[in-house]
């Protein structure tokens, strides 16, 4: 079965900034998607980026990007000029290629606070 | 704006009462899941349907949990008797299945306090 696994239960950036959250997961498929969804105070789980295991070049989305390494199995997601409104948990997901349904495996999440 | 609709947003319960929340999926999904969250466990699949026919319900208690799709706009999800344990927030989110670059689209969740 995959794990992802989020080793920061919690982060904090300066206003502007630019912070990155780590993610690492576990399986032993070759095509696979990652995903970064963010859950602001209202509970809505928002996409904010996706990335293709069989696509060598980092996803990017406005002020998102990727840190994409397949051998590594790491997918961390950089957020560039923080905005007090990126201010959410972020969750890392998984979901295999084969798997039609589009089931997810989530990490643990990051709780992202930005001072302003 | 297409988006999935869940109700209700909170539900306050008494312990052994039972519970159903419910999920209007996007128009056109043929796919749609169910998911807990809870500070211990995270986020989880309890269950999902494609064209209304449920794939996978293993991570879904059988004794007490059960989730249905009367028909293609409205899925179900029941907790019969309700526990303590069972306070979290219940999201359902739909997708178009055989489709691996679409998104699945998350409602905004059930908060369920069982008390």
């Known amino acids: 079965a995959q794990t992802v696994t989020q080793s920061q239960p919690e982060m904090s950036v300066q206003e502007a900034e630019t912070v990155t959250l780590s993610c690492t997961y576990d399986?032993?498929?070759?095509?696979?998607?990652l995903f970064w969804y963010k859950q602001p105070p209202s509970r809505q789980m928002i996409l904010v980026i996706r990335?293709?295991?069989?696509?060598?070049q980092n996803a990017t989305e406005n002020r998102f990007s990727v840190n994409f390494q397949k051998a590594a199995k790491s997918f961390s997601l950089k957020i560039s000029d923080s905005q007090l409104g990126d201010a959410a948990m972020y969750f890392c997901?998984?979901?295999?290629?084969?798997?039609?349904?589009?089931?997810?495996?989530f990490g643990q999440g990051t709780r992202l606070t930005i001072n302003p | 704006d297409a988006r999935v609709t869940q109700t209700p947003r909170h539900k306050v319960t008494e312990m052994g009462q039972e519970v159903t929340m419910r999920c209007q999926p996007i128009?056109?999904?043929?796919?749609v899941f169910w998911y807990r969250q809870t500070m211990m466990q995270g986020l989880e699949l309890l269950a999902y349907?494609?064209?209304?026919?449920?794939?996978?319900d293993s991570g879904m208690p059988k004794d007490r949990f059960s989730a249905e799709m009367p028909d293609a706009t409205l899925a179900t999800l029941k907790i019969q008797p309700s526990e303590p344990r069972d306070s979290a927030v219940y999201f359902c989110a739909s997708g178009l299945g055989h489709d691996g670059n679409t998104e699945a689209f998350f409602g905004q969740g059930t908060r369920l306090t069982v008390v």
């Open positions: 399986t032993s498929e070759s095509d696979y998607y």
């Open positions: 349907f494609r064209n209304r026919a449920p794939l996978d």
């Open positions: 990335q293709e295991a069989y696509k060598q």
């Open positions: 128009l056109g999904h043929n796919t």
């Open positions: 997901a998984y979901r295999s290629a084969w798997d039609g349904a589009q089931k997810l495996v």
